[in-house]
């Protein structure tokens, strides 16, 4: 049965890196130390780096990246996270995630500009750009999922309006023994979720902090 | 040798309960939800509520209960901790804590105003009331402490005062896994701790995620 996951990063104090806008950094300089356990990772070597060597950490962070990838049957993303606004005005732009994007799945792009068509990508990702209200987008998603999950990447705002209207059965937050005291508040507006959800948290060997809510 | 220690309560989004300043219920009502785990140990049933039956849990939380008790040979305050704020204009009121204090040893109140004489209870606590730099209380603490250690007891802005300015050399922060939305933020200011001090984690049987920064 589809479940609708969220999986994010944050620092101890709640703060997930803001992208800065530009292409060279999109996601802003704290995204390193915010995800460097999990870019550590033998799963996120060789999905997003592209290193088959088999190389990368193998303990508790592994465990979580490789779930990461596992059971996404289709993709939901702000129009800032496919890289939208970077080239706002041309039409043949294809976002910032490249050639082959590491989804492999119907990515939906929620934006509020002037519908665009489709754009297929090597690999099984094809983008989709919608204009509607998110429970009609994931309605879409969860039928394209057929019986995988439904993952809302981010960015950190589109997350936070999915887990606000209550459609998210786990969230996973990996938490960064860093203090970043600036970036996107992750948790705002979010009081109680642990009375809808069963919260779990394991310490990892890199000392990043695994918390789960589940329902 | 002295060491200077903090205890913090926070939240997962980074709060610590907002105190409302009456005293009936001082801390406000986040506190109990923040501090349950801590008020079911051992040492705290029988430290602050005077429970001596032995009754309470005896897991990962007791063991930093017990420690909290541990070793501390003078302890600093804010006014507002003490309760110095709810009868500032009356000259024999002697804080909120009760006949016996829980803490045994002399306790330092940082305060703006007028100094008074200091307030012996019973139980070997005695109150002073300081009006200059935190460092020069810490200083006479750490001499009061006799070899012993220096807690800065809070509340969340002394406590924060001190980090700041490198002057705490074991922070202990007890994170409850709920989201509390509201509150004094625990974190702000607080930037690049990890880079001073070494971060490590461990979660309680309650779920009580225990993150510890030592110098």
Do not use: Q
């Amino acid at each position: 049965m589809t479940r609708v996951r969220i999986d994010l990063f944050s620092s101890l104090d709640g703060y997930t890196a803001a992208p800065d806008g530009t292409s060279d950094n999109p996601m802003g300089e704290d995204w390193g130390p915010l995800t460097a356990s999990y870019a550590a990772t033998r799963t996120f070597r060789e999905k997003v780096f592209g290193d088959d060597s088999g190389a990368g950490t193998t303990g508790i962070d592994e465990a979580y990246a490789a779930a990461f990838f596992t059971d996404v049957g289709a993709e939901i993303m702000g129009a800032a996270m496919f890289g939208l606004h970077v080239n706002a005005d041309d039409p043949n732009w294809k976002g910032w995630w490249g050639d082959e994007p590491p989804f492999g799945c119907p990515v939906y792009v929620l934006t509020h500009s002037a519908p665009r068509p489709p754009i297929p990508m090597a690999g099984g990702t094809t983008f989709h750009f919608r204009t509607g209200a998110i429970e009609d987008v994931l309605a879409e998603a969860a039928v394209a999922a057929d019986g995988l999950d439904v993952r809302v990447g981010g960015g950190i705002r589109t997350a936070r309006a999915f887990l606000r209207a209550g459609l998210v059965d786990d969230l996973h937050v990996g938490i960064a023994p860093i203090v970043l005291g600036r970036g996107n508040r992750v948790w705002d507006d979010l009081r109680g979720l642990e009375l809808t959800h069963t919260v779990t948290s394991e310490v990892a060997e890199s000392g990043t902090i695994h918390v789960t809510f589940r329902r």
